[in-house]
């Protein structure tokens, strides 16, 4: 089902809060570098499954600053096509803000991404959109048998169980591009670094509702990989990011005052060095521990009354719990 609004922009329809089937429209982003052989049926695979839905969409594909003739190949089957769009970056910045960029460029109400390489299926397509569907915020594909190198599918098990150790946010296969957001949602979430593959983690400090489904995952026919263990340090920066990030959404009062209390420890200290010197030693750095000593002081004080008006601030104005909506009211009176 498609159709042309007055200004021949695609109908939409609104997106429920909650589970039921919508004729929302539906942006598939997928970045692509150098995947001039894989052009062709990535085109036909992904246009044949996103028709066979049943409602209006768009594929937005974006060219990371390829070397090769994928953006050539891109423009020619865009030129036929209204329902291709192709953004071309001036340079390769990453599979991370190539992303971002499809995604801020999208206009569906429905965003679902995937790689170009044709490892994901298509046809997982219509089960991420039935996730939706239900009621879910986040649908996060989970490739069960991955068809990668053994020491390339270990150490993803590996940073899996970590980033869910740290992040306490339990997904199995972060790692997986193919996902389906509710674009209010995903268009709200900061992207870059490596920052993809945390986004269940950064949804969850909206309170998104998420389900992991298992997906095909296929050999690649053409090309190789062009995101290697190169990103690796990346990555685990990136996972200290999120963790900070998450302490303080969860439990904004307790950072500051975490760091208010070595504040004014680090002031006792100072103080009782001061006294020390002043009636023990009698020596001349007295007056400089008692001035380290009111730095701290302030300090402290200063991240114990910052730290009392974030949390109000947050309690009233940036917890979803607090929003003045019947369907999170529900969710949390059943929770």
Same mark, same amino acid.
């Given at each position: 089902?498609?159709?042309?609004?007055?200004?021949?922009?695609?109908?939409?329809?609104?997106?429920?809060?909650?589970?039921?089937?919508?004729?929302?429209?539906?942006?598939?982003?997928?970045? +692509?570098?150098?995947e001039?052989?894989? %052009? &062709?049926?990535?085109?036909?695979?992904?246009? @044949?499954?996103? =028709?066979? /839905?049943?409602?209006?969409?768009?594929?937005?594909?974006?060219?990371?600053?390829?070397?090769?003739?994928?953006?050539?190949?891109?423009?020619?089957?865009?030129?036929?096509?209204?329902?291709?769009?192709?953004?071309?970056?001036?340079?390769?910045?990453?599979?991370?803000?190539?992303?971002a960029?499809?995604?801020?460029?999208?206009?569906?109400?429905?965003?679902?991404?995937?790689?170009?390489?044709?490892?994901?299926?298509?046809?997982?397509?219509?089960?991420?959109?039935?996730?939706?569907?239900?009621?879910?915020?986040?649908?996060?594909?989970?490739?069960?048998?991955?068809?990668?190198?053994?020491?390339?599918?270990?150490?993803?098990?590996?940073?899996?169980?970590?980033? +869910?150790?740290?992040?306490?946010?339990? %997904? &199995?296969?972060?790692?997986?591009?193919?996902? @389906?957001f509710? =674009?209010e /949602?995903?268009?709200?979430?900061?992207?870059?670094?490596?920052?993809?593959?945390?986004?269940?983690?950064?949804?969850?400090?909206?309170?998104?509702?998420?389900?992991?489904?298992?997906?095909?995952?296929?050999?690649?026919?053409?090309?190789?990989?062009?995101?290697?263990?190169?990103?690796?340090?990346?990555?685990?920066?990136?996972?200290m990011?999120?963790?900070?990030?998450?302490?303080?959404?969860?439990?904004?009062?307790?950072c500051?005052?975490?760091?208010?209390?070595?504040?004014?420890?680090?002031?006792?200290?100072?103080?009782?060095?001061?006294?020390?010197?002043?009636?023990?030693?009698?020596?001349?750095?007295?007056?400089?521990f008692?001035?380290?000593?009111?730095?701290l002081?302030?300090?402290?004080?200063?991240?114990?009354?910052?730290?009392?008006?974030?949390?109000?601030?947050?309690a009233?104005?940036?917890?979803?719990?607090?929003?003045?909506?019947?369907?999170?009211?529900?969710?949390?009176?059943?929770?």
């Amino acid at each position: 089902m498609s159709g042309r609004g007055p200004e021949g922009e695609p109908e939409r329809a609104d997106v429920p809060a909650v589970g039921g089937r919508w004729s929302a429209m539906l942006s598939i982003v997928i970045p +692509a570098y150098n995947e001039e052989d894989n %052009v &062709r049926l990535l085109y036909d695979e992904v246009m @044949a499954a996103a =028709a066979s /839905l049943g409602r209006p969409f768009e594929v937005l594909v974006v060219d990371d600053g390829s070397s090769d003739a994928t953006f050539d190949r891109l423009a020619a089957l865009a030129a036929g096509d209204p329902r291709l769009r192709v953004i071309k970056l001036r340079r390769n910045y990453g599979q991370t803000p190539a992303l971002a960029a499809g995604i801020d460029h999208a206009r569906g109400d429905v965003v679902v991404t995937m790689d170009a390489d044709l490892q994901n299926d298509p046809a997982d397509l219509a089960r991420m959109i039935e996730g939706l569907e239900a009621g879910h915020d986040l649908v996060v594909g989970w490739r069960h048998r991955r068809r990668d190198a053994w020491l390339r599918s270990w150490l993803s098990r590996i940073a899996n169980r970590l980033i +869910a150790a740290v992040t306490g946010v339990a %997904v &199995r296969d972060n790692g997986c591009t193919l996902k @389906a957001f509710r =674009a209010e /949602l995903i268009k709200s979430i900061p992207l870059y670094s490596e920052m993809h593959r945390f986004m269940p983690a950064l949804m969850s400090m909206q309170g998104c509702r998420m389900l992991e489904l298992q997906v095909n995952h296929r050999a690649r026919q053409h090309g190789v990989s062009k995101y290697g263990f190169s990103r690796i340090y990346k990555v685990c920066f990136d996972l200290m990011t999120i963790k900070a990030l998450l302490g303080f959404a969860r439990r904004p009062l307790l950072c500051f005052f975490s760091a208010a209390v070595v504040a004014f420890g680090a002031m006792t200290l100072c103080a009782v060095a001061a006294l020390y010197d002043a009636v023990m030693s009698q020596g001349g750095s007295a007056v400089t521990f008692m001035a380290l000593s009111v730095l701290l002081g302030s300090l402290g004080l200063f991240l114990g009354l910052g730290g009392t008006i974030v949390s109000i601030a947050y309690a009233h104005f940036l917890d979803p719990a607090a929003v003045d909506d019947p369907a999170a009211l529900a969710d949390g009176a059943g929770a």
